[in-house]
């Protein structure tokens, strides 16, 4: 085994060589280092440090005022509810729905679920995405006015509250005038407490490779998925510094990037990623394209930004595992979302049809330092090697 | 020949073959001479309660809770228990317990391993004899007198008859032993001596239970008690094989748990807390865990391993969980269990002392306490008594310091210019300041306040410029091993030695020596004496008739 994050003190043998990796200093030696000597990467590489993080919590970055009235002018989004009494306004019609079809889901064109095929109807009521030109999040396509590309379809781009312009997040421009999406909303306090509560959804980072942790033109930024639990202290933060192991079981979670660090800020080059989550405490999964962090790091935590493209038809089934059986309480709309998302997409543009396949997003992070515990590291470097990812060592330094 | 050179030759073999026919004898009668206490009533400590129901009864009965501390005494708890008595509040908790240890042994799904007899098939009496005899034996540690075993089925008849369930009468008559001062109490009884007309001698069952509590911190097993009435205690060979036995036995462990427990104050963990705010990472597991890391690596170093008690001060290997990983700040290979783990050599880390169940015990709830720290340094380590602070001590001054001080090495300069204040804390400071780069949770650290940690100083004139060098320090002071030997033989005796022990002490101390520190030596030592064994009561009058002292009231009526 080796750990990665050492501070201070440690020493581990490792249960396949028995071998001893050491860590020592402020941020610890990379141990990576010493197990990557196959690899182009280890050269030079004696002195360099490895720090590993765990996730504490994740939520949308909807950028929202007090009333909501800047961004929903309009009002927030109407529910399925809303949707349903006006496609059936009187109480007759309504009884004969709920005895043809069941439930106020089945309001499909023939009684379909519009959760599993939202395209069987158009809601009646409006559908209120957000019309604020502030948003949180990263350029993702590299323009300024969210032009089309050969791989991006034309959008709206918003400016950061700091006044960044060309931010991506058409994500945000659906969902952020859903109420349980908005701060203290359903879904923002489930995903925010996911990650303290669901083993399942354990999310690690490991950044290896870095000379100083200030600034670093060059780092190795590896995510995995964890299994093991988060300590929380009295007043339910989490506790910096746990041991937390990679899952064995979840070599397809593994994915790695280089990254800089400028002014104690990590900035990654784009990596597909896909992550365990599980918001309401169903288990699934994330894929998330061009992923890219922009992380403040500091002395136990870091927060920031995870910001990248999700696949459409992912994204779409993910969602639906979170929000079918809680319609009666989301206040969401499912057609609605289904077509803005579509209609709103901007990313991986498919050639032959101009049908843009993904749509951006970004995420507010944070996380608290962790020891990151290898069980095989080889295993691990195998997994990385066959999944096709960039090849790392061209871009060394 | 010359003839005086043949008579001294004649004299020497004479002497010899003496010696070779009666070696342990001899080996014995050279120890030096101690004078041995009064026998003891000991009262049974939860732990010890805990070990006779596992043995007894099986490791699956539930125990309804633990009783009342004993007061410490002398350095240990185990001398408390000489002079405790039983109060009415916790004679109703033995009562309680008595009850569902009676009823649980009884129920269906452990009759059959209660029972050796069947007890539907008439006559009952004979069947609740046996068991009584049995398990009366065990829980007395002694046979039952026939008045014993008569009133403990009086009580079955009896709840039999109201009841009209054998199980129910047989539960009444074993928690009749339960709440017996002949269960809750180790009375130790003597006998005359027929080798010393004018002594007395520890009877064959005082015999076993003494050895049995050093060893196991447990009653005797059926074994011991076997062994104790055919009187082979009182022969070399039978003692020695059943010391040997009983050191060989995974219940030495256990035993040496005990011991530690009380020689390391360990239930001051009882009455610890640790500020949340500053300490977020000191959670109620890190404190168990803190208490059993200490205990697991001291008894993997001490019996497991049988290496030089002294390293206990340098030792780096030890144990981890994922919770106390999070306040050392290193990786837990297996976060979920206990595992092994070595500190390394650079980490600053080395022995006891460096572990967060000493320097977390030792520390105020939000800061650290080098004076605390080195008092008990002192105390628990090298047997010294740190006086208390005179009653007249101007505090204020000091928390007037405080406040201005950066670091605490600076608050307590003003401690050691005072001249009431300087005789203790110069003895309590320099040790204590020597493990400030560990906070009050035991989180290493470089800095306080933003100045660094000045570690340096000295114990007893040996020099040291940090922990580990400190923990060399105690390795090499002869007072950390001649503390141990007091405590161990103290504990073993259940009274604090005396001076007339004193030469006894010395020469165990050469023979620790001698082993090379080893803790398992030093026990077979002690448990293979004349001196462990010894009592100072006269003989008594009427040979043939046991003498104990009286146990102490149980001051209930709801007892009876």
């Known amino acids: ?397 | 020949m010359n003839k005086k050179l043949l008579y001294s030759g004649l004299g020497a073999a004479v002497v010899l073959a003496a010696a070779g026919g009666a070696l342990w004898l001899l080996g014995r009668n050279s120890e030096p001479p101690v004078k041995g206490g009064p026998p003891t009533a000991r009262l049974i400590s939860s732990e010890q309660y805990a070990h006779a129901i596992s043995y007894v009864f099986g490791p699956d009965v539930k125990l309804p809770g633990s009783f009342p501390p004993v007061q410490r005494t002398n350095g240990l708890v185990a001398l408390g228990t000489a002079q405790a008595e039983v109060t009415t509040s916790a004679a109703e908790l033995y009562v309680q317990s008595a009850r569902s240890i009676a009823a649980q042994a009884t129920d269906p799904t452990r009759r059959d391993f209660l029972m050796n007899c069947a007890p539907a098939q008439p006559p009952q009496d004979a069947c609740a004899r046996n068991v009584l005899t049995r398990y009366g034996r065990l829980l007395f540690r002694r046979p039952l007198t026939d008045a014993e075993l008569n009133e403990a089925l009086g009580k079955v008849q009896e709840t039999t008859r109201v009841s009209g369930d054998f199980y129910q009468g047989l539960a009444s008559g074993l928690t009749s032993f339960l709440i017996s001062p002949e269960f809750l109490f180790f009375i130790e009884r003597t006998e005359p001596d027929p080798k010393s007309p004018h002594h007395v001698r520890l009877n064959p069952s005082s015999m076993a239970t003494r050895l049995s509590l050093l060893l196991w911190d447990a009653p005797p097993d059926e074994d011991l008690l076997d062994a104790a009435e055919k009187g082979e205690l009182y022969t070399k060979h039978g003692l020695e094989r059943q010391v040997d036995r009983m050191l060989a036995s995974t219940k030495l462990e256990q035993g040496v748990r005990s011991f530690l427990i009380d020689m390391l104050v360990f239930e001051k963990f009882d009455s610890m807390t640790k500020d949340p705010v500053i300490y977020p990472a000191f959670t109620d597991k890190v404190a168990v865990d803190s208490r059993e890391q200490t205990l697991r690596t001291l008894v993997d170093h001490l019996v497991v391993r049988d290496l030089d008690y002294r390293d206990i001060f340098t030792t780096r290997r030890t144990f981890m969980t994922g919770d106390l990983g999070m306040v050392y700040r290193v990786p837990v290979d297996r976060p979920d269990i206990w595992t092994p783990y070595e500190f390394p050599a650079d980490s600053g880390r080395a022995g006891v002392l460096t572990q967060v169940s000493f320097l977390a015990l030792y520390s105020h709830p939000g800061r650290s306490s080098p004076t605390q720290r080195g008092r008990a340094m002192r105390e628990v380590f090298l047997c010294q008594v740190v006086p208390t602070p005179p009653p007249d001590v101007d505090f204020s001054k000091f928390e007037a310091a405080a406040t201005t001080a950066t670091t605490a090495r600076e608050r307590l300069t003003a401690h050691r210019k005072n001249p009431a204040c300087a005789g203790c804390h110069k003895i309590m400071d320099p040790i204590g300041l020597a493990l400030e780069k560990f906070d009050g949770s035991g989180t290493g650290r470089q800095r306080e306040n933003g100045l660094p940690i000045d570690t340096s100083g000295d114990l007893d004139n040996v020099a040291f410029t940090d922990a580990v060098g400190l923990g060399k320090a105690m390795h090499d002071d002869p007072a950390a091993t001649k503390c141990l030997v007091s405590r161990v033989f103290d504990y073993a005796r259940g009274y604090k030695a005396s001076s007339g022990d004193n030469a006894w002490l010395t020469d165990l101390n050469a023979k620790f020596a001698k082993s090379g520190y080893r803790l398992p030596a030093l026990l077979r030592d002690i448990a293979t004496s004349r001196a462990f064994y010894a009592v100072s009561a006269t003989a008594v009058s009427a040979p043939g008739v046991d003498r104990a002292p009286a146990a102490p009231p149980l001051r209930t009526a709801s007892i009876q």
């Open chain 1, 1 to 397: 085994m080796r750990a990665a994050g050492c501070q201070g003190e440690r020493v581990i043998t490792s249960a396949r060589t028995g071998a001893c990796a050491y860590c020592r200093g402020g941020f610890g030696v990379s141990v990576l280092a010493a197990l990557f000597l196959a690899t182009p990467l280890a050269a030079g590489a004696a002195d360099k440090q490895t720090v590993g993080f765990v996730m504490t919590g994740w939520r949308l970055a909807v950028n929202e005022t007090e009333d909501g009235k800047a961004e929903c002018p309009a009002g927030f989004q109407y529910s399925n509810l809303d949707n349903w009494k006006v496609q059936y306004p009187t109480e007759a019609e309504r009884d004969k729905m709920h005895q043809e079809f069941g439930f106020r889901q089945n309001r499909g064109k023939d009684g379909e679920n519009v959760w599993l095929y939202p395209d069987t109807v158009t809601d009646p009521l409006p559908f209120r995405e957000v019309q604020s030109k502030i948003g949180i999040g990263v350029n993702l396509d590299g323009t300024q006015d969210g032009a089309a590309t050969p791989t991006s379809c034309v959008h709206e781009k918003f400016v950061s509250p700091e006044g960044q312009t060309g931010i991506d997040n058409q994500l945000y421009r659906v969902l952020g005038c859903q109420k349980p999406f908005r701060r203290g909303g359903m879904f923002d306090t489930r995903f925010s407490n996911e990650k303290k509560v669901e083993p399942f959804a354990r999310f690690l980072i490991e950044i290896s490779d870095i000379d100083n942790l200030e600034n670093d033109a060059s780092v190795i930024v590896t995510t995995f998925k964890g299994s093991d639990k988060l300590v929380a202290d009295a007043a339910g933060n989490v506790i910096p510094f746990s041991s937390q192991r990679v899952d064995e079981r979840g070599p397809q979670y593994i994915h790695r990037t280089r990254g800089r660090i400028v002014n104690g800020v990590l900035y990654t080059e784009p990596m597909d990623i896909l992550f365990a989550a599980a918001p309401n405490g169903f288990p699934s999964e994330t894929y998330l394209q061009d992923m890219r962090l922009q992380l403040k790091l500091g002395d136990t935590s870091a927060q920031g930004l995870m910001a990248g493209y999700h696949d459409l038809r992912q994204w779409w089934k993910a969602f639906v595992k979170q929000t079918m059986s809680l319609e009666h309480v989301t206040q969401i709309s499912a057609p609605g979302v289904y077509q803005a998302i579509i209609r709103l997409a901007d990313g991986h543009k498919d050639p032959a049809t101009g049908q843009c396949k993904s749509i951006s997003a970004a995420y507010e992070v944070s996380f608290v330092r962790a020891f990151i515990v290898h069980p095989d590291m080889k295993s691990e470097l195998q997994v990385v090697a066959q999944s096709g990812q960039k090849p790392l060592a061209a871009a060394s330094k």
